[in-house]
């Protein structure tokens, strides 16, 4: 296509798509390319330190089994809350898609994004007063059961998956009603008349059509919650050290940020290997 | 193969009746048309039948058993939707192999029948195609196939041809018939085009606001349609009303048309003709030609009378002496009068 752009459409291409690629570039590609220097260095090159070039770094994720430990500890969380957010997302998608109509819709796709308009810290919080011992889920599970039930559900990894599942849950839903709307009804009464039941065609039907939508809402979410940091940190408590929280520490309060800097490039890596192994997967599910 | 049978459908839709009281019997193994214009409640009763529309009140028969309780997937039916519906995940013997994976048929038997239907509809060689690769009538054989292939009690068809052009839905409308007489399905099929349904069906119905004006074989319904909906719906009709005399009937105007059998009488639009010169013939009257249309072999003259809009249609020869514009005489054959009741 582009090959065959006359001149003066060619330069109005590159003038609407510099602004955006300029940006691109100054927002991701110059500080990830300081980071990727900076994992390289001995200490930071800036408040007077000495530094060198050095691969220490990279060699002390593979010197220190912990860090190996609390990446697979961080990567079971992603594939955790991802099964789980496509679990509870993927029905809610195909309600708002295919069985709610006109105004109620409208409401609940509402719902479904208002976690995306407020702070991210102050959802959190809100989890902590929900989830600790006494709090309100504890006191209400109280007062219906007739025993005695101590729930703490606070600074547990359940709390963590909790926390993360309702930050990441609109993504898949998002994705999945996309591909779910772009499904024609009469696919669906199509093979109605042909004998299947409902779940001949949600498998043979409607799950395959809707795959890319569900894979890349499980993608966006996959990806950021292997690094997350806030909510191990905050519901996790004492038990909420991940790698994400590691990478955190070197820059926040241990100032080692060559440190941090290479074990975020290590996460990168391993991220883009998984999603890389499982792409042949992906593409069959999506052709 | 079976008869189906409706008694008195009836469905709402807020304010709007789609189906008014629809009772009526589609004969085993026959192509049955269900004509009129859109909003007239054709889709509805085929949906009804096939189950995907609930109606208020009134039952649906299936070989004399009630299916109400019948769900869609239950029916044995096999359904045309009117954009093919193909499922684009699977291939062409896939889509067409659907229905009799979900009946479980063993696999090698499946292969043999989906060949054999591929064959009828003559895409033997198509199987392995994904639907996207296919052209428009390519697309409407797999549809085909994919619903004669489970052998159905009735084939429900919902506007299957209107997706494709001119000269393929001729065509098509030919294969249509070809496989329809070959499997011998009772065929219910819906369209918005009175020819497609003339030329399709050894019966028609013809429906308007959710009732059926009138059924029977289009031949007799074409000829002998009754009433004004119906004369002017199939084919192009002219209307005349005026009030009975002991000689005819005299029209607004005062003309005396003798013969005429009822107070309103309709001239099809091919029966009418045009002269410049005071015809003999004892049916005429006076009228203004607003527009000649050229279309070919066949051409179409608008004209006025007295506020009354008039078409008439034929070969392009015939209306040669005539000018674009301008006072005409009209006149018809006495057994060209087609007698319609009041409506």
Not at chain 1, 38 to 50: A, Q
Not at chain 1, 59 to 65: D, H, K, M, Q
Not at chain 2, 34 to 42: E, T, Y
Request: charged content about 20%; aromatic content about 8%.
């Amino acid at each position: 296509m582009s090959g065959s752009l006359a001149r003066t459409d060619r330069l109005r291409a590159l003038a609407l798509l510099s602004p955006a690629y300029l940006w691109l570039m100054a927002a991701v590609f110059l500080p990830l390319s300081a980071m990727a220097f900076f994992s390289f260095l001995s200490d930071v090159p800036f408040g007077g330190r000495d530094w060198q070039f050095t691969l220490d770094n990279y060699r002390a994720f593979l010197e220190t089994p912990t860090y190996a430990t609390l990446l697979w500890k961080s990567v079971k969380l992603g594939l955790i809350v991802t099964a789980l957010s496509v679990l509870i997302g993927f029905p809610c998608a195909y309600v708002l898609a295919k069985v709610v109509r006109g105004r109620s819709r409208e409401a609940l796709f509402l719902l479904v994004i208002l976690p995306f308009w407020s702070n991210s810290l102050v959802r959190i919080f809100s989890w902590a007063i929900v989830l600790r011992g006494n709090g309100i889920l504890g006191s209400t599970v109280d007062a219906i059961l007739p025993w005695d039930v101590r729930l703490n559900l606070m600074f547990s990894p359940t709390a963590i998956v909790i926390g993360l599942v309702h930050s990441y849950l609109p993504y898949v839903i998002l994705t999945s009603y996309l591909a779910l709307q772009a499904i024609d009804d009469s696919l669906i009464e199509a093979a109605r008349s042909l004998g299947a039941r409902r779940r001949t065609i949600l498998r043979r039907l409607i799950l395959p059509l809707a795959a890319p939508g569900i894979i890349a809402g499980a993608v966006l979410i996959f990806v950021p919650v292997v690094g997350s940091f806030m909510e191990p940190r905050i519901l996790g408590g004492r038990r909420g050290t991940y790698y994400g929280t590691v990478i955190e520490d070197q820059f926040v309060a241990v100032f080692n940020w060559p440190l941090g800097a290479a074990l975020s490039f290590i996460l990168l890596a391993v991220v883009l290997g998984i999603l890389a192994l499982a792409s042949p997967a992906i593409r069959r599910a999506t052709l | 193969m079976a008869v189906v049978r409706t008694e008195g459908l009836v469905k709402t839709y807020g304010a709007t009746r789609a189906l008014d009281d629809i009772t009526l019997t589609f004969p085993d193994g026959g192509f049955f048309g269900l004509l009129g214009p859109s909003g007239s409640g054709k889709t509805t009763l085929l949906r009804a039948i096939a189950g995907f529309v609930i109606p208020d009140s009134g039952r649906v028969f299936i070989d004399d058993a009630p299916v109400e309780n019948v769900p869609v997937e239950a029916r044995e039916i096999g359904m045309v939707f009117q954009n093919y519906a193909l499922f684009p995940n699977m291939t062409v013997a896939g889509n067409v192999g659907f229905g009799l994976e979900v009946r479980k048929v063993p696999a090698a038997e499946r292969k043999r029948r989906v060949a054999e239907v591929l064959d009828l509809v003559q895409l033997g060689e198509l199987g392995d195609r994904k639907p996207h690769e296919l052209s428009g009538g390519q697309r409407q054989r797999v549809a085909m196939a994919r619903a004669i292939v489970t052998r159905p009690r009735v084939l429900l068809l919902d506007e299957p041809l209107s997706a494709l052009d001119k000269s393929l839905r001729v065509e098509m409308q030919i294969e249509l018939k070809r496989i329809q007489r070959e499997v011998g399905i009772t065929t219910i099929f819906v369209t918005h085009d009175q020819e497609e349904a003339l030329t399709l069906s050894d019966q028609i119905g013809i429906l308007r606001d959710g009732r059926l004006v009138r059924h029977g074989p289009p031949r007799e319904v074409y000829d002998n349609p009754r009433d004004p909906f119906t004369a002017q719906f199939l084919g192009e009709a002219n209307l005349f009303s005026g009030t009975p005399e002991p000689g005819g009937l005299r029209l607004a105007d005062g003309t005396l048309i003798p013969g005429a059998p009822t107070a309103t009488i309709a001239v099809r639009a091919e029966d009418l003709r045009i002269t410049l010169d005071e015809p003999a013939a004892p049916i005429r009257l006076r009228a203004r030609l607003r527009q000649r249309i050229f279309a070919g072999a066949m051409g179409t003259c608008v004209l006025d009378w007295r506020g009354n809009p008039l078409k008439a249609i034929g070969r392009d020869q015939d209306f040669a002496g005539l000018p674009a514009q301008g006072d005409v005489w009209l006149s018809w054959d006495s057994a060209d009068m087609i007698p319609l009741s009041e409506g």
